[in-house]
T-cell receptor, first 114, second 117 residues
Framework: SQKIEQNSEALNIQEGKTATLTCNYTNYSPAYLQWYRQDPGRGPVFLLL?????KEKRKERLKVTFDTTLKQSLFHITASQPADSATYLCALSNYGGSQGNLIFGKGTKLSVKP | EPEVTQTPSHQVTQMGQEVILRCVPI?????FYWYRQILGQKVEFLVSFYNNEISEKSEIFDDQFSVERPDGSNFTLKIRSTKLEDSAMYFC???????????????FGPGTRLLVL
């Protein structure tokens, strides 16, 4: 079955810098990959979805890349703010299709210091 | 903006008791899911539901678990005889159907924190 690794458990950066989070998967390339934000005690909140035929997706200060050769997605937050502090989860479809359940990584806890 | 809601937000129960967790998915969504997250661990898939039947379930979703869509709006998860290890946050999620405006995005509710004593 698919496995996901989010390399850093925690990432500490200074306000205004760019945060870069990594997500690697091990087996087949999924049809799409998603990034979620999770605050303590809350449910995951959808941020961005990128499909296998897309190299890059942007939304305001967020950018996601998807490299199916490296089996890797990078998630960037530019001009980071303390309010961006949260755990960021990478998720992808279990079977590479569009109807399967999601498999989540353990997440990277981002702390943005003022 | 429409959102998934869940009740109760917290539930404390004794081991061996039955619990029912409730969810109201987004109204035009047709795929429904339950996930759980044990404290400090990753979000894990339990079950998916479409067209009034289970479409997929994980190893975690054993005979103690069941799901139901009793009416047009609610989606429930029942644990028949709770165990200590069932203590976790339980998240409901929903997704719209395919088509020209299809999206694979699953929208999550705020969760129910279940504590089994």
């Amino acid at each position: 079955s698919q496995k996901i690794e989010q390399n850093s458990e925690a990432l500490n950066i200074q306000e205004g810098k760019t945060a870069t989070l990594t997500c690697n998967y091990t087996n087949y390339s999924p049809a799409y990959l998603q990034w979620y934000r999770q605050d303590p005690g809350r449910g995951p909140v959808f941020l961005l979805l990128i499909r296998e035929n897309e190299k890059e997706k942007r939304k305001e200060r967020l950018k996601v890349t998807f490299d199916t050769t490296l089996k890797q997605s990078l998630f960037h937050i530019t001009a980071s703010q303390p309010a961006d502090s949260a755990t960021y989860l990478c998720a992808l479809s279990n079977y590479g299709g569009s109807q399967g359940n999601l498999i989540f990584g353990k997440g990277t806890k981002l702390s943005v210091k003022p | 903006e429409p959102e998934v809601t869940q009740t109760p937000s917290h539930q404390v129960t004794q081991m061996g008791q039955e619990v029912i967790l409730r969810c109201v998915p987004i109204s035009n969504h047709l795929y429904f899911y339950w996930y759980r997250q044990i404290l400090g661990q990753k979000v894990e898939f339990l079950v998916s539901f479409y067209n009034n039947e289970i479409s997929e379930k994980s190893e975690i979703f054993d005979d103690q678990f069941s799901v139901e869509r009793p009416d047009g709006s609610n989606f429930t998860l029942k644990i028949r005889s709770t165990k200590l290890e069932d203590s976790a946050m339980y998240f409901c999620a929903s997704r719209t159907q395919g088509g020209a405006r299809a999206t694979e995005t699953q929208y999550f509710g705020p969760g129910t924190r279940l504590l089994v004593l």
